[in-house]
């Protein structure tokens, strides 16, 4: 993580999760914009975003809306006319397999255990 990114923790004996905006790291302590000093021993639970599931579901759309589009087109445009059903049929697929992504968990969980550690390099 670096100054700017989104962070997501719980605390030790709290329940609640923080969202917050990392501004800078202090020693053994992170900084974010809350104003609030937050000490690395006393974070429980670390939350981190796993980019593969994002780039799974756009992927997936990208390619499902490129087979509905581009043989749409070909098919206005060209003077060989072709059914383009299959094409339409594998798009709508493709979009609708991108929703069913959402449904997989977008945050890494890392709890903080006693021999875990976060180390602040600077």
Not at 10 to 39: M, P, Q, Y
Not at 87 to 93: D, N
Not at 100 to 114: F, G
Request: charged share 20%; hydrophobic share 40%.
């Amino acid at each position: 993580m670096v100054e700017g990114d989104e962070f997501h923790f719980k605390l030790k004996g709290e329940e609640a999760l923080f969202n917050d905006v990392i501004l800078g790291f202090r020693d053994s302590t992170i900084i974010i914009s809350s104003g609030l000093r937050i000490s690395t021993k006393d974070i429980s639970q670390v939350y981190m975003p796993r980019n593969s599931v994002t780039t799974l579901r756009v992927g997936l759309q990208s390619v499902g809306i490129g087979f509905i589009v581009f043989p749409t087109l070909a098919y206005l445009t060209s003077k060989n006319k072709y059914s383009p059903k299959e094409s339409i049929i594998i798009g709508v697929t493709m979009i609708l397999s991108s929703q069913l992504v959402r449904l997989l968990p977008k945050w890494k969980k890392y709890k903080m255990r006693n021999n875990s550690r976060i180390w602040i390099v600077e």
